[in-house]
């Protein structure tokens, strides 16, 4: 694997945001500020060299997975997908239009390439452990990873996926958790905080790494130090922001959350315009 072209990926990263804003405002519906916290680590795994796919042949069996358990951040991958050549960007702009493939959470029932249906939070990590089971069972040398978000770490049905995990030593499995701070209902410090995340999963034999999720350059370096853990599966706890590219834009909204919520065209032209 050649070394990432950090200043590549981050002019990528950009265009992956304005795309998020683009589609989300013509939806008057989603999740922007979602979308953007994890807006690197999808960079980096779909045009870092990290994650092994192929648009001509999205259902490959040795490819490598990524699925992404917090589906209503699904805007990111729509957008990532279109940027490496899956779609146009006039098919992303139908989203959650009646009669679009490009739901407003990830259905794989409409679109190859998408690798699991979510949205229901919770279940996307014992959906990646199955993958990454099956994928040793047949012998191939693919990897797993999946995104979830620090809210939906509440859910029990993520702690019995994380112990499995551990008793099978899956070390073709990857768990990102993107720590943007907060979730529909407010900061997480208020719903339930269960940090530090990473000390937790090193209890359940879990490798990990602390980064910021929103600097490129330590997500590149912790893909590449967990692609080398052979022995147990691994966890990149990436610290970011929600709205991440765009937040002195959105906190002239009076709202640091914006969960949920489209920008206004108005708002989505002064966001466009920061990001230029």
């Not at 640091?256 to 230029?276: D, I, R, T």
């Amino acid at each position: 694997m050649s070394t990432p072209d950090l200043a590549k990926l981050e002019a990528t990263a950009k265009e992956i945001r304005r795309k998020i804003i683009k589609i989300t405002t013509e939806a008057g519906s989603g999740h922007p500020s979602s979308s953007m916290s994890a807006t690197e680590v999808v960079t980096a795994l779909y045009f870092g060299g990290f994650l092994r796919h192929n648009k001509s042949n999205p259902r490959d069996p040795k490819r490598d997975r990524f699925i992404l358990s917090k589906g209503h951040a699904v805007p990111v991958l729509y957008s990532a997908l279109c940027e490496a050549g899956y779609f146009t960007f006039d098919q992303i702009m139908t989203l959650r239009k009646l009669g679009s493939p490009f739901e407003g959470h990830p259905n794989m029932a409409k679109l190859d390439c998408i690798e699991a249906s979510t949205g229901s939070l919770g279940q996307g990590l014992s959906l990646g452990v199955g993958h990454a089971l099956a994928c040793r069972l047949d012998g191939y040398d693919a990897h797993t990873y999946v995104m979830s978000g620090d809210g939906e770490m509440g859910e029990g049905q993520m702690w019995e996926a994380i112990a499995s995990a551990s008793k099978y030593k899956l070390s073709n499995l990857t768990l990102i958790i993107d720590q943007n701070g907060y979730q529909q209902t407010g900061s997480h410090a208020e719903v339930l905080d269960l940090r530090p995340f990473d000390s937790k999963l090193k209890a359940f034999g879990w490798e990990t790494l602390v980064i910021n999720g929103n600097v490129m350059s330590e997500v590149v370096d912790a893909l590449g130090k967990l692609k080398s853990i052979k022995d147990r599966p691994t966890c990149i706890v990436s610290q970011t922001k929600k709205g991440f590219g765009i937040l002195p834009v959105l906190e002239t909204t009076g709202d640091v959350n914006y969960h949920g919520k489209p920008l206004s065209k108005e708002l989505a032209e002064k966001a466009l315009a920061y990001l230029a």
